[in-house]
Nanobody, 122 residues
C-alpha cells in the first residue's frame, strides 16, 4: 500500500503562487505514474496534471497549462505542483494520486492522498 500526504495549500491572493507537495511512503514511489486532481465547491473531481514514472513526460489540463508545473523527485519520494498566476477558479481541494498508468482519468489511479485546500482571494 502506498501512503500519500499532501501539503503546501493555503490562502493566496489572485495572481500569486503556491507550491504543493505530495510525500509518498518509501519503497515503490518510482514505480508509479503520478497525478494531481482537484475538486472545487459543488464540482466533480477533475484532472490537473500527470507525470510518468521517470518524469520524462507530463500532461496538463487546458485550464492550467502554462501556469502550473508538475515535477517529481524520486530520490525524495515526493511529487510537486508549482502553481503560478493563480485565479479564483483554481480554488479547490487538491489531491495527489499514484497509479500504474499515465493518465488523466481518475479511475486509472490506485492510491490517493487526503487533499490540501487551496483558497484564492480576489
Amino acid at each position: 500500500q502506498v501512503q500519500l500526504v499532501e501539503s503546501g495549500g493555503g490562502l493566496v491572493q489572485a495572481g500569486g503562487s503556491l507550491r504543493l507537495s505530495c510525500a509518498a511512503s518509501e519503497g515503490t514511489f518510482s514505480n508509479y505514474a503520478m497525478g494531481w486532481f482537484r475538486q472545487g465547491p459543488g464540482k466533480e473531481r477533475e484532472f490537473v496534471a500527470a507525470i510518468t514514472w521517470t518524469g520524462r513526460s507530463t500532461s496538463y489540463a487546458d485550464s492550467v497549462k502554462g501556469r502550473f508545473t508538475i515535477s517529481r523527485d524520486n530520490a525524495k519520494n515526493t511529487l510537486y505542483l508549482h502553481m503560478n498566476e493563480l485565479r479564483p477558479e483554481d480554488m479547490a481541494v487538491y489531491y495527489c494520486a499514484a497509479g500504474r498508468q499515465y493518465s488523466a482519468s481518475t479511475n486509472r489511479y490506485l492510491y490517493w492522498g487526503q487533499g490540501t485546500q487551496v483558497t484564492v482571494s480576489s
